[in-house]
């Protein structure tokens, strides 16, 4: 009920904007019954776009048909002419369509050109407005796949087409991974499904404003379903090594999608990505990448976000993979201001990482750690007051957390260590311990 007064709401609108339209248009003509004969007769027609434009907007699909049926099957190179027109913004009534309007109004727009236009309707296909957008732009920033299936029948044979980029050098690829639709990325990838080199330039694809590719719009939004459907578009066991350069692609400041996930705290997105690498070296280096804003490994990001669990899951990824090398290049990699896992760590992270390294070495674990503390106090005096308490902190975390019973040798280490830094804070800062 509400749909239906609503619709006859705005066919009443259309149809006075239209009638006062005319009438001015009467007055001001010394012979308004005279029938205009130039090239922009079809103005006579629709005499305001905005009429369009309000029935695009409503979703309004009878509306917009009874506007375009105003043209008569003599006047059909008058009507394609008007469909191919662009507005202020470049826009054309197929933008227009593609954003706002209802799949059934797309199709009819289309249907307008007919076979014999066929030419017509893929320059249309091919306008940009003023942000270099095209039709497939906007379509493919809709939830639903039926506008996105339109166009892509309509470019038929010219699927190159279908891949252009916008001011900011995005294609619709990238729009349908930032808003997480799969179907719709689904359908972009099948352009080039018997094409893999193309395919592959089509996906590597990066933004000029911030050099990322679909799969780090797609990780960076937590869009666990996309980025299964981007992995899978390389799941053949010849596509494994461009498969991983996708992964290792970076944006502008060297994040990779790895680096995206962690720090939005889906572990999904994590596992999926973890989950390609099948050779131990190429898995170690993926997880040591740091970004070039601050030197930042994924580990870092998710502990500076204080996801727990993305944490727990790179340490123990790294751990079954390369346990003798977890301590010193991974779990103790600084950061440029000299921070690691731990400096931006909640009080239940700390316990989380504990466990986990308990988990990974065992009894190990509190012998591994002070060796690397005691190790690395000497350096300490070109260090700032933060080192001191950083590794301080690492101290009271190792006497309070781990040490379960006692142990002579393992105590004993760490009242040396408590010594050294006293000494240390003493003759560094202006706060002795």
Known sequence: MKRTIHKTWVMTLIITLLFFNIEIQGMDDENPKKEIKNETQYEKKIPNENFLNLALQACDAESVSSLLNDFGEDEKENLIEYLMKQDEQKSTVLHRASQNGNPQILSSLLNKFGHEN????????????????????????????????????????????????????????????????????????????????????????RSSDEKKTVLHFASRNGHVQTVAVLLNAFSG?????????????????????????????????????????????????????????????ALHLASIEHHENIVELLLNEFGRVAKEKLIEHFFMKEDIDGHTVLHNASEKLYKIIINSLLNIFGEEAPTKLLEYVKETLPNLESRSNIEHQKKKKMVELLSENIIKKENQRILSDLQQVQKMFKNYMIIYTDNPL
Request: net charge positive; with cysteine.
């Open 237 to 297: 066991p010849e596509d494994k090594e461009i498969l991983i350069q996708f992964l290792m692609k970076e944006s502008d400041f060297g994040a990779t999608c790895l680096h995206l996930a962690s720090a939005k705290g889906s572990a999904k997105i994590v596992k999926l990505l973890l989950n390609v690498f099948q050779e131990k070296e190429q898995l170690i280096e993926y997880l040591k990448k740091i970004d070039a804003f601050a030197d930042r490994t």
């Open 118 to 205: 066929k030419d017509k309707l893929i320059v249309t296909l091919m306008k940009k407005d003023v942000k270099k957008n095209t039709a497939l732009h906007y379509a493919s920033q809709n939830c639903s796949d039926k506008k996105l299936k339109l166009l892509l029948n309509a470019f038929a044979g010219e699927e190159y087409k279908k891949t252009k980029e916008n001011k900011e050098k995005w294609t619709a690829l990238h729009y349908s991974g930032k808003h997480g639709y799969e179907k719709n990325a689904k359908l972009l990838l099948n352009i080039f499904a018997e094409e893999k080199e193309k395919l592959i330039e089509y996906v590597f694809k």
